[in-house]
């Protein structure tokens, strides 16, 4: 490696907390990583680790609350993730898809572990960002792009040692399957045990590397599985060692240099256009969801 990234810290998981009764998670952002624009355009990062939903007559998640002034994006590792929204939207994503929600303007909806799931009972993992979204695009319409695994731009590896899938941004001339508001890639890669990967990224992208499955070795230091690898804007080359089966979600990012006025469910740049967001919400501006 000429130029390699360097790596600034590895993060353990940070202690969970629920969202609802059905998304147990490590809140790697906010918290895990303490400044609020360091990982900028990612503002959150909770990651529901694999853990075990025993059988349950009740839908398991959280029930109806607004967004505006973000994207929300949910990657479904295990189990099945249910959604609606105000904008009429429904769906489920499976084992591997991932659900691109532009919150925008406004938007009301619900999450929760897919029905037959949660009848069921079985492993759950999940990833949920938040994307935060440039000033001049914070109001744009809310809209929801729902991206199965077979969609994601695909490059095998040689002797068929891996897959990168290139959920948004580019990978060579790979493109990715989301729209995206601001520059970014954000990369699904699965390594098999004692393959090796290289990769540049951005010098001046935040970057960041969750460990999904497995060990590895990356830039030559050990990591575990559930734990984070944050870079420093230094260098830009990335090379993965996969010391078992490897799963690993690579979020980088051109950060959006604004203030960030974060309330709640509210994504915004000054604390007045909280307060509208606030007021917008209580006169109903976000349309209607039932629970
Ligand atoms: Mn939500």
């Known amino acids: 490696m000429n130029n390699p990234k360097i790596i600034e810290s590895i993060i353990p998981p940070p202690p969970h907390h629920w969202v609802g009764n059905g998304f147990k998670v490590n809140g790697f952002m906010p918290g895990g990583i303490r400044s609020e624009s360091r990982m900028s355009p990612f503002f959150l990062l909770d990651y529901n680790a694999k853990v075990e939903f025993p059988p349950s007559e009740k839908q398991r998640g ?22 609606h929204d105000s904008a009429g939207n429904h769906d489920v994503i499976g084992e591997g898809d991932v659900q691109w929600m532009t919150a925008g303007s406004g ?22 960002l938040w994307v935060n979204l440039p000033a001049k695009h914070k109001m744009t319409t809310p809209k929801y792009q729902p991206i199965t695994y077979n969609t994601f731009g695909k490059y095998i590896l040689p002797e068929d040692n ?37 990769f540049d990224l951005p010098e001046k992208y935040n970057t960041c590397i ?37 799963t690993f979600l690579v979020l980088s990012g051109e950060p959006i240099n604004e203030p960030i006025a974060a309330h709640g469910p509210f994504l915004m740049n000054t604390d007045k256009e909280i307060q509208v967001a606030i007021d917008d919400y209580y006169a109903g501006k976000f349309g209607t969801l039932e629970d």
């Open 210 to 246: 969750l460990m999904i499955e497995g060990d590895s070795a990356i830039n030559d230091q050990r990591v575990s599985e559930n734990n984070l690898v944050l870079f420093k804007n230094s260098g830009t080359e990335i090379t993965l060692n996969a010391l078992t089966n490897c």
């Open 62 to 83: 959280v029930g109806v609350h607004p967004h505006r002034g973000f994207e929300t994006v949910t990657i479904a590792y295990k189990g099945k993730v249910e959604h």
């Open 107 to 128: 938007i009301l909806h619900k999450e929760y572990q897919e029905k037959e799931f949660s009848k069921k009972g079985g492993i759950f993992q999940m990833v949920q």
């Open 162 to 198: 891996g897959i990168v899938n290139v959920i948004a941004g580019s990978y060579k001339d790979i493109k990715g399957a989301a729209y995206t508001f601001s520059p970014m890639n954000v990369y699904d890669i699965k390594l098999n045990k004692d393959s090796t990967f290289e």
